[in-house]
């Protein structure tokens, strides 16, 4: 069995939806123009490093999207996540802080490491290069709004770079997040993970894949105002057993297992 950050972040979510994604087939559709305009930066990034055309890359991937009837935030628009996306791309050039050596090597790499049992843990790591001429392991992210920079030392605390430097080992880590605003920003935000912290993810992934193998699937309801995930989760038709509001949210694919999809999409 194959685990990932994905999988185990939404097992420590809620069992309940871990139980329906990954055991009986249910996934969300990818109707959210967010997650997929992410993804078309994200390979638009790799033709920049690549020093290929990346705004010609960028339109040819989001344009895949142009007419598929997404779910857009309010202020959204396919042509303006594109013109946003345009200007993100010119601003990250413009300040050339990133640099990324033999980037079909060093971007988007596979990194797999074996746990107890027959099991492994697999991650998919952006990039690795230099961020102001530092060496560091680099993520990527795209936003509507900026990443809290206070109090200081807050990055660290962050559950996927702590991941992502515990199978690597990397102990300098950042992130690089293009946030999608009326002026656009890239915000470069980087912090050093501990031998401690890398110990105690890896105490918690045996933890969790225990449960997990021991079918302790029990729900973590959210429904606590004003602060309710619930009603926000697209698994929500499941749990109260509406069929209609699960299939126009999600579709299923039983038996197929897409966990490392999830990691690289996440």
Known sequence: MTY???QISQYLT???????RYLDGWREKDTRAAMLFGRAFEQALGAYFRREDSTAALFREWASHQNAGLEYSKSDTWDHMLQQGIQLLERFAQDDRVRI?????????KYTRPLPGTTE??????ALGKLDDKWCLLEWKTTSSRYPEEPDGLLALDPQLVCYSWITGIAEVAQVVFVRKRLVEVQYLRTTITDEQRQEFGYLVEDTIRRIESGHFMPHSGIRFPQNPCTTCSYIGLCLGQQELAQNRLVR???EDL?????LCY
């Open 4 to 6: 990932s950050y994905t």
């Open 14 to 20: 809620c069992p309940r939806k871990y139980r329906h």
């Open 101 to 109: 050596r033999q980037p079909r090597r060093n971007l988007q790499i």
């Open 121 to 126: 843990f697999v991650a998919y790591v952006d």
């Open 253 to 255: 694919r039983p038996g």
């Open 259 to 263: 966990g490392w999809l999830d990691e």
